[in-house]
């Protein structure tokens, strides 16, 4: 992307957090009101939907994850063809910081997740749920801890956060893919292997890839396998030339063209769909269990340590390089803000749990609420501090 591009990514990311965490306030404050049952309903009202062949009945959460999710997930698989073969990922040397660190920001929660649930004899299926980072949330508080800070600290962020995102995808793909349908499943390939061979097609209207994905989606869908991977899929299929020499290369053009929408209708709709948690009730009396604790430590402990940890340790012995200008508070402190997995750790833990005891699942979101906002504000305290550091430092 141009700098210019790349600033407008930012500022729409970091613009469409405070509409997320507004939708989710406003969720959870639905779902313990006299009127939790109208959140209910409305969240759980199923919605019909049949075109052609294609019949599907789901609520409208459902709805939302199954259906509007995968176009998020279709802008992260831009995000990250377009990393790996023109960004941060594509060079060795820049690469190794912020893999590790994402590295460490997946095998630490992990470990401390399972720790806290073994021990209570909880279910150890939420493992995966701390893995991602909420990009959106996440550079809302960078933003907020003030303008002194390095732009290198912003790259780094987000280049981290894109590599947690494949490391999810991964996990997605490994871990929640149940009573496959090979007929369906094989239609999905078939389509999957069109839309790769007419990658080349630089020229083919948009009309074409869209109605490759929907067709891509509707077979992943019937398969078994999570809608999320077709959005991914689809994305890697996508041209990075321009349709015509001198122009704009498609995958920039469809990238600023989705993003607003995924960041200011999908993203806000999943967490208003997915935060609402009673705090009373059988629910509420059990919401701070050993699962909602286990999450809530991973993405708070469990993050800062293992993004900090593997960090100062890759440094340290000489295989990558601190962010330039950054001091070491503020890598830390960007280190919490990766335990703002919100969105991200609300999709897998939907999953992880999916047909779960309702308290199990009212344990998850509380913890990915809890651990997400206890990272935001301890992130935000550390970089204001040393922002307000660097505007009392003599300017050369």
């Known amino acids: 992307m141009s700098t210019r591009s790349t600033l407008e990514f930012l500022k729409t990311e970091t613009g469409s957090g405070a509409l997320l965490a507004a939708a989710a306030l406003a969720a959870v404050i639905w779902a313990n ?11 759980q009202y199923p ?44 060079n060795p040397r820049r690469l190794a910081l912020p893999v590790l660190a994402a590295a460490g920001g997946v095998l630490v929660p992990a470990l401390i997740y399972l720790a806290v649930a073994g021990l ?88 074409f890839w869209a109605v490759g994905g929907l067709l891509l989606w509707g077979f992943t869908l019937k398969s078994g396998v999570n809608t999320s991977l077709a959005g991914i899929a689809a994305a890697f299929c996508l041209p990075l030339e321009p349709k015509r020499p001198g122009g704009r290369p498609v995958l920039t053009e469809t990238l600023e063209a989705l993003h607003p929408y995924v960041a200011f209708l999908i993203l806000p709709a999943f967490a208003f769909v997915a935060a609402g948690f009673r705090l009373t009730g059988e629910a509420g009396a059990q919401v701070l269990g050993a699962v909602g604790l286990g999450v809530a430590a991973a993405l708070f402990f469990g993050k800062q340590i293992g993004v900090f940890g593997a960090a100062a340790l890759a440094i340290g012995l000489k295989w990558a390089r601190r962010p330039t200008g950054a001091k070491w508070i503020e890598l830390y402190g960007v280190s919490a803000l990766c335990g703002v997995g919100f969105t991200m750790s609300l999709f897998v833990g939907g999953l992880a749990f999916a047909g779960g005891d309702a308290v199990h699942q009212a344990q ?33």
């Open 120 to 207: 209570s004899g909880s279910p150890l299926q939420g493992w995966p749920v701390a893995a991602g980072t909420d990009m959106a949330l996440a550079l809302a508080a960078l933003a907020a801890a003030g303008p002194r800070l390095p732009p290198t600290l912003r790259t780094f962020l987000l280049t981290l956060a894109i590599a947690g995102h494949l490391v999810v995808v991964v996990l997605i793909a490994l871990l929640f893919t149940t009573g496959l349908q090979f007929p369906m499943l094989a239609g999905a390939a078939v389509t999957l292997a069109v839309l790769a061979a007419m990658s080349r097609w630089r020229a083919a209207p948009y009309s």
């Open 47 to 90: 919605v019909p939907v049949r075109f052609g062949p294609f019949a599907e009945e789901m609520s409208v959460a459902g709805w939302v994850t199954t259906a509007l999710m995968p176009v998020f997930f279709f802008v992260v698989g831009l995000e990250i063809k377009h990393e790996i073969l023109r960004g941060e990922l594509s």
């Open 33 to 43: 009101s006299p009127w939790a049952g109208a959140y209910q309903a409305l969240t």
């Open 364 to 396: 998850v979101r509380a913890g990915v609420v809890l651990g997400s906002l206890a990272s935001a504000l301890l992130g935000i305290l550390v970089l204001s501090v040393s922002a307000r550091r660097r505007e009392q430092e003599p300017r050369d």
